[in-house]
């Protein structure tokens, strides 16, 4: 009769005296990679996916400009319709000629003409709004646009 | 030790939010002067890609349900260099121009605005000698001189010229 393997003496318990440095690896890499958001977005967000992405070099010469149906704890003060939020507020179309200048102030001298402004739009949104925005932002002189988008998988 | 370290991980975990800078780039043209004059685009030369305000598209006089299509089609407008007669006469003078409505939605636009980077992107990764994917790594840093040097060469009179007229107000809002 085939004799069973005894089982082994050693062991089996998995050491766990790592288990605080792998945890505080992970903490670090997550403290370290975490951007606290400066402002609360007030509108919908689902933003459109494309395939030719570019990514912005420099984060200092980019403002956001956020557009879409306010969420549905403002829609009883702001309405339905789509609006523009610049910084923590809704703006009109014709106050964004202040505020580009605003935004181009922060920068230093040399590099207010390479400001970009990164535009996240709600996929509902109309084209009319976004090309008053895009109009006005001509007449600013602020002439870098990105279309935030995510990565189409497909 | 460990706990204290896995709370603030759940912490951190929790909060973050992965920063997404990526999305389509686009120059917008200078703000028009008074007297400036109309420059007439010769209609072979010319790609009109129109949406209407019910996300319909028509290509080139023809509807078109598939908008991926328009990849392809704008590459056999580009690189045409005369052989047909209803096709550009060479990549640097052919134009892209595109025209939505005031109530075409932001997701067709930025569909078919993709298809149509995504062609000259195309066009130009093949004349650098590169991936798409690498191309538009290129493009994004052109402040590196061996980059730009890349760039430059394989933008030499072929122009991204995409024109996107004002919306029309049909459907209005």
New interface residues.
């Given amino acids: 009769m085939a004799k069973f393997k005894k089982k082994s003496e050693a062991s089996q318990e998995i050491p766990t005296s790592a288990?605080?440095d792998i945890?505080?690896m992970?903490?670090f890499f997550?403290?370290v990679?975490?951007?606290?958001?400066e402002t609360t977005i007030n509108v919908r967000q689902s933003?459109?996916a494309?395939?030719?992405?570019?990514?912005?070099?420099r984060?200092s010469l980019?403002s956001y400009l956020y557009m879409g149906k306010p969420k549905q704890n403002l829609v009883g003060t702001f309405g339905t319709e789509p609006k523009i939020q610049a910084n923590d507020v809704f703006i009109n179309p014709k106050d964004l000629v202040l505020w580009v200048s605003q935004e181009k102030d922060k920068l230093s001298e040399v590099e207010r003409d390479q400001i970009t402004i990164?535009l996240k739009?709600?996929?509902?949104?109309?084209?009319?709004?976004?090309?008053d925005v895009?109009?006005e932002?001509?007449?600013a002189?602020a002439?870098?646009?990105?279309?935030?988008?995510?990565?189409d998988i497909n | 030790m460990a706990d204290i370290a896995f709370l603030l991980l759940i912490f951190f975990l929790v909060t973050t939010t992965i920063a997404n800078d990526r999305g389509l780039s686009m120059q917008l043209p200078p703000k028009p002067e008074q007297d400036q004059e109309i420059i007439k685009i010769p209609e072979r030369n010319n790609f009109k890609i129109l949406i209407n305000s019910a996300d319909r598209m028509l290509v080139e006089g023809e509807p078109l349900n598939d908008y991926r299509e328009i990849r392809e089609m704008v590459k056999d407008h580009v690189l045409n260099n005369g052989r047909d007669e209803n096709m550009s006469d060479s990549p640097k003078e052919a134009v892209v121009s595109f025209k939505a409505d005031r109530g075409t939605s932001y997701e067709v636009y930025i569909q078919v605005l993709n298809q149509v980077q995504g062609a000259y992107y195309d066009m130009y990764a093949a004349r650098a000698g590169v991936s798409n994917k690498k191309w538009r790594e290129i493009a994004s840093d052109i402040g590196n001189p061996e980059n730009k040097r890349i760039y430059d060469a394989a933008r030499k009179d072929f122009p991204m010229a995409i024109s996107i007229s004002e919306p029309s107000k049909i459907g209005g809002n």
Avoid: C, H, W
């Avoid at chain 1, 739009?121 to 090309?131: A, I, Q, R, T």
């Fill in positions: 288990l605080p945890i505080f992970l903490l997550f403290m990679t975490t951007v606290l958001r933003i459109p494309a395939t030719e992405l570019r990514k912005l070099q984060k980019v990164a739009v709600d996929k509902e949104v109309k084209m009319g709004l976004v090309s895009q109009l932002l001509r007449n002189n002439r870098k646009l990105m279309y935030t988008t995510i990565t």
